[in-house]
Structures are given as structure tokens and as C-alpha cells.
């Protein structure tokens, strides 16, 4: 484990690159939202129409998401994150101007590809630094994402609140947040995806570089079983945006003001957790850490469901937030460091199947909560904790990849990741 003394200052710079490309990722779309009312009024729409313009963000990322392993490997995960950003930046700004609802969802289709192929190259570069740390550090980028998403809403209301027009508004954010992207580019990493990786040193390889074509069977299963964990994280973080305030109000029956508690709980329990994380990695090991992190969704959202109130419910959501902060962080880390892929492919596979799961994961508890109740259908979030705990024994044991200190035998059929 390399301290923060021994740490060369490239990699120093690159670090607070990749942080600065988290943040920006996060508040060119959340800098918009508080005025989307707005761009409804303003074509004129329906609430199902700006619905559906939405929509398209989503089914952008799963459209364009699988191809970032193409763009990373041509062109680099530092040029694809940071001009990435720059081209997300001109969508953005150009939605005040869409006209009509076909430009506005082709505009949202767009940002959400956009969005889908830098998620994958920021995460990529930001394991390039953590190699040269060699400690955990990549969690305290998505907690930077975090409070990114956060600055950019506070941005976006207090423009709406001063009555600054929509397109000035956009238009001078989206130019200072991309030119950020684009002096965050001059200090990321240079060279091969596999330059920092310690087998690429030792014997002048690159472990990424294999075809897909001899990606062996036990990879593929793999990322199989990452996906299923990323998907229960997804499932674990919809419960407290979706589904918290209505079941404050229905199943609890608090008012209006503390239904949304739930959400905030849950997310600043997340945040603090992502900033917070990395030094519990370092201490414990990534496995472990996910594994626990299971254990406390299991019994916050248990304690929640089991005990109605609204303290105990805020317990239990802010259980599941920490339990939930370090997990996909951890399955990227682990995809990522699969033998045989090329680069990004490990990581662009997890992405989608996470972005798979918060589609899915919304229709799925309305349809349980529909035939039985609210109560019955987050449930769902207990089984996701303990699909955590158990199948979590996969995950690499930490930043460095070196094995946990007791090992940890494989499910059967899979390969230890570690």
C-alpha cells in the first residue's frame, strides 16, 4: 500500500483530474433538472410527453453503452471521458433550443449515450490512477459524483430562482463545466489502458489486450454474476428515489413534508459512505466491506419494514445507503481486473447490466406492490442485501487485487476473482 508521501505527483494530478471529470459528469445534467418545468412550458408539452422525451436518456445509455470498449480502446479512456463530457455539455445546452418534442427526445437519446460511454472511461481511468496508488481511491470519485449531483441541482434552482433566462443559463454552465473537462484532460494519464497494471510491467504485456474470441467461459460467467450484483445495487438505490416517500406516506402514513426523508436519508448515508469508503476498503478489504455492506442492507431494510415508524425507517434506508455505497465501485473494480478482456470491456458489460437493473427494477416492485403491497415488494431490497453477503465472496479482495487475508473459496463453477 503506497502513502500519500510516496504517491508520484502525475499520479497526484491525474487524481484530481478524474475527480474533477466525476463532478462535472454529474452536474451538467443535474444543473438542468430544477428547469425542466420549464422546457415543458415552454413547448408546451404533456407531462407523458416530457415523460417520454426523458425516457430516451435511458435507452440512449443501453443503445451506445456497449460500445465505449471500441471508443477507449482507439482513442483512450482520458480523450473519451474528458471530450465526452465536452459533447454531453453541447446536448445540454442545446435542449432550451429543441423547438419540439422530436429534437428534445433526440437531444435526451443523445445525453444519455453520451452519459453511458464516460460513466465506463471515467471509471476505466480512475482504476489507471488507483493502480499507481495502490490503495483504494476510486470511491471517493463516486461520492464526488454525489456532490456533484447535488451543486449542480442547487445551481440549477437558484437560476430558476433569480429568473435567469433558461438558454444563458445552460449555455454559460455548460461552457465553464467543459472547459473544466477539457484542462481536466492535460493532467489524466498518458499511454497504453494497461500501462500501470503490474503484469504489463513484469513481463511487457497487456492483460487486456486479448480478442473477445478467447475470452474464456469462466469470464463470461463472471460477468454474469457482477451483473447480478450490480443489478441488486441498482434495486437497493431505486428503493430510496422511487419508492421511499410513497411508502412513508402509505404504508407509515406520514405527511407530505416527511415523505421524502426516506430518499435523503438514504442518499446522504450513500455519499458519506462513497467519501468516506476508501479508507474502510484499505482497512477491511473490498470483499469484506461488500459483504457487511450486504448484511447491513438486509437488516436495515428489514428493521424498516418490520418496525413501520418513521425513525426506524430512516434507519433503514440510511443502513441500506452505507451498505449499498461501496458495492458498485467494487464490481467495476472486479470487472475491470477480469483476465483476458480487452480494456473497458469488463467495465462496460457491469454498466449495462447496472443500467438494465434501474430499469427494470421500478416495474418490477410496482407490479409486486400491485398484487400484494408496497411492504411485500420491497422485500425485494432484504433478498438483494443477502444475493450481497453471500455471492459478494467473488469480488476482488482489494485496490491492489492481492488476495483477502483468509481466503475465500469460489461459488462453484466460478473462478476466484481475487
Known sequence: MSSSSSVAPVAR?????VSAVFLVNAVLYANLVPRLPEVKDELGLSNAALGAAIAAMPLGALIAGLLAPLLIQRLGSAAVASFGLVAL?????????????????????????????????????????????????????????????VLGGLVGSAAAGLAIPL????????????????VAYRFLLRGPEDAERAEAVADGTAPGSRALRHVAGRTVLMLAVLGLL????????????????LYLRGEVGVGAAAAGLAFVSLQVAMTIGRLTGDRVVDRFGQRRVARIGGVAIAAGMGLALAVPSLSTTLVGFALAGLGVATLVPAVMHTADELPGLPAGVGLTVVSWLLRVGFLVSPTVVGLVADAASLRVALLGVVAAGVVVAIVGRVLVAGASTEPADEPVAAPSGLPRAS
Open 89 to 149: 455539455a453541447v446536448a445540454v445546452a442545446a435542449i432550451p433550443f429543441a423547438g419540439g418534442w422530436p429534437v428534445l427526445a433526440a437531444l435526451f437519446l443523445l445525453a444519455g449515450a453520451l452519459d453511458a460511454i464516460i460513466d465506463v472511461a471515467q471509471n476505466a481511468h480512475g482504476f489507471r490512477v488507483q493502480r499507481l496508488y495502490g490503495r483504494s481511491i476510486v470511491n471517493a470519485f463516486h461520492g464526488l459524483w454525489s456532490v456533484g449531483a
Open 13 to 17: 494530478r491525474a487524481r484530481a483530474a
Open 230 to 245: 450490480a443489478a441488486c445495487g441498482a434495486f437497493v438505490e431505486d428503493a430510496g428515489s422511487s419508492w421511499g416517500a
Open 167 to 182: 438558454p444563458a443559463h445552460i449555455a454559460t454552465t455548460s461552457a465553464i463545466f467543459g472547459i473544466v473537462a477539457v
